[in-house]
């Protein structure tokens, strides 16, 4: 079993930063895939990016302006967001997976933090 908590989000103006951690605890965190999702109201949740331990991977409306990064010592995950736009609003959650594998929809993730709201002012 893994429980993950999200925290770092906020209210931010449009081309401000914010970075969100994700604390794992229960099964070995090295083993675990883990990944970001959000969702807007009225939309589906979708794909924002994930980290192996041997890769990354970044949807196409963040590329460039994300970076995910994961300390496995202190098991945790980082989402280092800048360059924040209004359409980056949202809820988000991270995800977890066994294995090295980073996939993009969210019914591969087995284990879901809370979320945290991420609001960004134009």
């Known amino acids: 079993q893994v429980q993950l908590v999200e925290s770092g989000g906020g209210l931010v103006q449009t081309g401000g930063s914010l970075r969100l951690s994700c604390a794992a605890t229960?099964?070995?965190?090295?083993?675990?895939?883990v990944a970001w999702f959000r969702q807007a109201p009225g939309k589906e949740r979708e794909f924002v990016a994930g980290g192996s331990v041997v890769s990354g991977d970044y949807a196409v409306a963040v590329k460039g302006r994300f970076t995910v990064s994961r300390d496995n010592a202190m098991n945790t995950v980082y989402l280092q967001m800048n360059s924040l736009k209004p359409e980056d609003t949202a809820v988000y959650y991270c995800a977890a997976r066994g294995g090295a594998l980073i996939k993009s929809g969210p019914s591969e993730y087995t284990y879901w933090g809370q979320g945290t709201q991420v609001t960004v002012s134009s």
């Open positions: 229960g099964r070995a965190f090295s083993s675990l895939t």
